[in-house]
């Protein structure tokens, strides 16, 4: 039975990336499958994370890596969300040059999109690991703010970063990400610079700053 739905599936994918080529990439079909990819691998990256099995999927292909203790959900979303940008970029890229998904294979459009995603996983989780793990992250409570962050011409800014920090320093509802964005940007810092800093982009920055504060306002914290 299972064999029967995966060849259901596989044929339908294959009928609609005919259609969708004829498309070149563009317009409403795409637009659905898309969403559809999308959805389905956040799904299947938080279920994959909050089991670990994608630490097993990693070390299966070499990649030793290994669970902090208690992180928090939002670390998970955020680096399931990095994640799949990321693999979404590489996606249509490959889509646009025809070195994309192969219709003569096994594998469905969900099962490529899905193992791309794994695939990034693991260097999303390098990289949240290692910005983890320096003082920046910490936030101690003399810090006066990361050091590349910092805008010592303006005082008023400074202070309003430490009204900042202080407000958001215990909460767990933010990322570790989000809790940097946010501080860099009362210190001053524009969306861009704080995308430069952070090697992300800028709409990047702007989701993880709205989704922040729309966290803080449900816990009663406002700024």
């Not at 407000?167 to 940097?180: A, M, P």
């Not at 920055?205 to 504060?213: D, K, T």
Request: contains cysteine.
């Amino acid at each position: 039975m299972a064999d029967d739905d995966h060849e259901a599936h596989l044929a339908a994918d294959r009928d609609l990336w005919r259609l969708i080529e004829a498309d070149r990439f563009t317009g409403h079909r795409w637009d659905r499958m898309i969403d559809a990819l999308v959805a389905a691998a956040v799904t299947q990256m938080r279920h994959d994370l909050r089991t670990k099995q994608i630490f097993g999927r990693c070390a299966r292909r070499g990649w030793r890596l290994h669970p902090p203790d208690g992180w928090a959900h939002a670390d998970h979303d955020s680096i399931i969300q990095e994640s799949v940008t990321n693999a979404l970029a590489t996606f249509t890229r490959r889509c646009h040059d025809g070195t994309g998904w192969d219709p003569n294979r096994d594998h469905t459009l969900h099962d490529y999109f899905t193992g791309m995603c794994r695939s990034e996983f693991a260097n999303t989780f390098r990289r949240w690991r290692t910005s983890r793990n320096t003082n920046e992250t910490a936030l101690p409570p003399d810090d006066t703010g990361p050091a590349a962050l910092r805008s010592e011409q303006d005082p008023a800014r400074s202070a309003m970063a430490m009204v900042i920090l202080d407000k958001i320093r215990h909460t767990t509802v933010l990322s570790d990400l989000q809790r940097r964005l946010l501080f860099g940007h009362a210190y001053g810092l524009t969306h861009q610079q704080l995308a430069e800093h952070f090697d992300t982009t800028v709409r990047a920055v702007e989701g993880q700053i709205r989704r922040a504060r729309r966290q803080l306002r449900k816990e009663g914290i406002s700024w």
